[in-house]
Nanobody
């Protein structure tokens, strides 16, 4: 089993920055990648960013490209999402997820999910 625990969410004003963290534990050795997804009220969960664990290739949704940066710390077994220039459209619950597959922008590819952390951006 794999456990994923997100932290770092909060309430910020437009233009501010936040850094989300996702601590992974358990049987993570088979992962190929990890990603961040988000779900706003009344909307479907959507892909935000992903990183290939070995190699570090990154992928982003167009809506966050240039503002968000995904990274990982192998030693700490932790995933990060640095979010800059936040705007109200970024308000959502943010989830980290782990996959052993390769379709990194596809929700169904991910095997394990965290409980989510709320990010609220006021105008």
């Amino acid at each position: 089993q794999v456990q994923l625990v997100e932290s770092g969410g909060g309430l910020v004003q437009a233009g501010a920055s936040l850094r989300l963290s996702c601590a992974a534990s358990g049987r993570t050795f088979s992962r190929s990648a990890m990603g961040w997804f988000r779900q706003a009220p009344g909307k479907e969960r959507e892909f935000v960013a992903a990183i290939v664990w070995i190699g570090g290739n990154t992928y982003y949704a167009d809506s966050v490209k240039g503002r968000f940066t995904i990274s990982r710390d192998n030693a700490k077994n932790t995933l990060y999402l640095q979010m800059n220039s936040l705007n109200p459209d970024d308000t959502a619950i943010y989830y980290c997820a782990l996959t052993t597959g390769f379709n990194l922008a596809t929700i169904s590819s991910y095997d394990y999910w965290g409980q989510g952390t709320q990010v609220t951006v006021s105008s």
